[in-house]
């Protein structure tokens, strides 16, 4: 029943679907009286799935919610909530809470323990209850981004898979209970205000994915990621970091966008084996050099805006695999080398403003896209 511009929700037409356990209402302009007959009525106790997302007219969510026992998938992303009844720890089945894009200022302090995903991204919340996350014992995906927050509370579940609490406040995380999380895969803190990084890090050796980005780190110890044996992302942008230290053979995709502070490639980038996408744009790397060509496995490349970027030696033609060459913005980069892919496919290097590609060029399917 989405995209309807409905304004009450039809309960009448919707009692006589006895096996109606989903019920999809986004889109629409469902308010918080017309969602609580939902809970009062017969259809909502039996319901499994909710999802109303984008009703902007939704201010709330009703205490008559402790009523949906059934329900175990619950969605009100992109609304105007900006109050969850406590009586939501009542639904009993519930394992999946997203309220992202709203105006909640807190979260209640106690949530179905039966909670795997609670996602909150996006509203205006200062802190978490201290004991929430102790509670959720079953909880694997948090996802409270683009809020207020200034901790993250240590008492939290072992349970966790992924984290987000990118785009907070946060200067300080609990690294120790982090690090006994033994399933942690995702692990997402950017931009927030952390200015070291323990050696502890290092003992979350289940991560696949890993961003720093954008925080006060100058530094990160030796042999942090070494161990990291599963680690195939990791964000790096915007650090003020003059070196890197070794990175697992993992490695797929690194991204050092914005790390001003370093000026040549690092030794412990060519011994990647696997990595595809290397971006590096707005460095300050004043030279490439030809021992990037090790790289075999690279499809992506990007030193878009390093302004310093002076030459390039050599030609990227034993590079089999790459597709994607981005060298927008390398102002004082003079003659580009020329560049063709196994397949004869051109790879833009500085567009039209380089005077090395026509607009003719630039029109054949047989060349490349710049990223």
Same mark, same amino acid.
């Given at each position: 029943?989405s995209?309807q511009?409905?304004?009450a929700?039809p309960l009448k037409e919707? *009692?006589t679907?006895?096996?109606?356990?989903?019920l999809?209402? !986004?889109?629409?302009?469902v308010?918080?009286l017309?969602?609580g007959?939902l809970?009062?009525?017969?259809v909502?106790p %039996?319901?499994?799935?909710?999802e109303v997302? !984008? =009703?902007?007219e939704?201010?709330?969510?009703s205490s008559?919610?402790?009523k949906? @026992?059934?329900?175990?998938?619950?969605?009100?992303?992109n609304c105007?909530?900006t109050?969850?009844?406590?009586?939501?720890?009542h /639904?009993t089945?519930?394992?999946?809470?997203q309220?992202? @894009? !709203?105006?909640?200022?807190?979260v209640? !302090?106690?949530?179905?323990?039966?909670?795997k995903?609670?996602?909150?991204?996006?509203?205006n919340?200062m802190s978490?209850p201290?004991? #929430? +996350?102790e509670?959720?014992?079953?909880?694997?995906?948090?996802n409270?981004?683009h809020?207020?927050?200034?901790?993250?509370?240590?008492?939290i579940p072992t349970?966790?898979k992924?984290i987000n609490i990118g785009? =907070?406040?946060?200067q300080?995380l609990p690294? @120790?209970e982090?690090?006994?999380? @033994? =399933?942690l895969?995702?692990l997402l803190?950017?931009? =927030?205000g952390?200015?070291?990084?323990?050696?502890l890090l290092g003992?979350?050796?289940?991560l696949?994915k890993?961003?720093?980005s954008?925080n006060?780190?100058d530094?990160?110890?030796?042999?942090?990621?070494?161990?990291?044996k599963n +680690?195939?992302?990791?964000? #790096?942008? &915007?650090?003020?970091?003059?070196?890197l230290p070794?990175?697992?053979?993992s490695?797929?995709?690194?991204y050092?966008?914005?790390c001003t502070?370093?000026?040549?490639?690092p030794?412990s980038i060519?011994?990647?084996?696997k990595?595809r996408?290397?971006?590096m &744009?707005?460095?300050?790397l004043?030279?490439?050099p030809?021992?990037?060509?090790?790289l075999?496995?690279?499809?992506t490349?990007?030193? %878009?805006d390093c302004? #310093?970027?002076?030459?390039?030696?050599?030609?990227f033609?034993s590079? *089999?695999?790459l597709?994607?060459?981005?060298?927008?913005? /390398?102002t004082?980069l003079?003659?580009?080398p020329a560049?063709?892919?196994d397949?004869?496919?051109?790879l833009l290097l500085?567009g039209?403003m380089s005077?090395?590609v026509?607009?003719e060029?630039?029109?054949n399917?047989a060349?490349c896209?710049i990223?």
């Open positions: 029943m995209d511009e409905l304004h929700i919707l *009692q679907l006895t096996n109606l356990f989903s999809k209402l !986004n889109n629409n302009h308010d918080t017309s969602l007959k809970f009062d009525s017969e909502g %039996r319901l499994e799935t909710l997302n !984008n =009703n902007m939704l201010t709330a969510i008559s919610i402790k949906m @026992k059934a329900l175990v998938h619950f969605q009100a992303n105007s909530i109050e969850l009844a406590d009586e939501i720890k /639904c089945a519930l394992q999946t809470l309220l992202n @894009k !709203n105006q909640l200022d807190m209640p !302090n106690d949530l179905p323990k039966t909670l995903t609670l996602s909150v991204a996006s509203n919340i978490l201290s004991a #929430l +996350l509670k959720l014992t079953e909880l694997e995906d948090l409270v981004s809020n207020l927050l200034n901790n993250l509370s240590a008492k349970t966790f992924s785009h =907070n406040n946060v300080v690294w @120790k982090l690090s006994a999380c @033994k =399933n895969e995702t803190v950017n931009d =927030n952390i200015k070291q990084v323990p050696r003992d979350i050796t289940t696949t890993l961003d720093l954008r006060p780190i530094e990160i110890p030796l042999g942090i990621f070494t161990s990291m +680690l195939r992302v990791l964000h #790096l942008e &915007g650090l003020p970091i003059r070196s070794d990175l697992p053979n490695i797929e995709e690194l050092l966008d914005g502070n370093i000026t040549v490639l030794e060519l011994q990647l084996s990595l996408v290397l971006k &744009g707005a460095t300050g004043k030279h490439i030809e021992s990037i060509t090790r075999q496995t690279l499809e490349i990007s030193f %878009r302004t #310093l970027l002076l030459s390039t030696t050599f030609g033609t590079m *089999q695999k597709r994607h060459l981005d060298m927008r913005g /390398c004082k003079y003659d580009p560049i063709i892919t397949k004869g496919h051109h500085m039209y005077g090395q026509t607009a060029d630039a029109a399917p060349f896209t990223l």
